[in-house]
């Protein structure tokens, strides 16, 4: 079992930036990816960035050049969002998926809110 606790969520001005964090424990062991996905208000949970034990990242389209990826360490993934706007308003939730090859193990933390006020 893996525990993810997010921090970093609030409320900034259209512009703006927040930084998210992520910190991962448990059976954390393996090779995994950890990433960021946000659900706005009557919308489905949409893919935000990920990023490979190995440092390998995806973004959204949404997300490119704005904001970045990081893994602090083996258990710590980081988004630094810059130039926010009022469409970044959402749930952001840390995602850790452990690849075991033909089935992976997935969990999700409990989400922080993100509002971007215009």
């Known amino acids: 079992q893996v525990h993810l606790v997010e921090s970093g969520g609030g409320l900034v001005q259209a512009g703006g930036s927040l930084r998210l964090s992520c910190v991962a424990s448990g059976s954390t062991f393996g090779v995994n990816v950890m990433g960021w996905y946000r659900q706005a208000p009557g919308k489905q949970r949409d893919l935000v960035a990920t990023?490979?034990?190995?440092?390998?990242t995806n973004y959204a389209d949404s997300a490119k050049g704005r904001f970045t990826i990081s893994r602090d360490n083996a258990n710590t993934v980081s988004l630094q969002m810059n130039r926010l706007n009022a469409e970044d308003t959402a749930v952001y939730y840390c995602?850790?998926?452990?690849?075991?090859?033909?089935?992976?193990?997935?969990?999700w933390g409990q989400g922080t809110q993100v509002t971007v006020s215009s």
């Open positions: 990023i490979s034990r190995f440092g390998n």
């Open positions: 995602n850790y998926v452990r690849l075991l090859g033909t089935t992976n193990d997935e969990y």
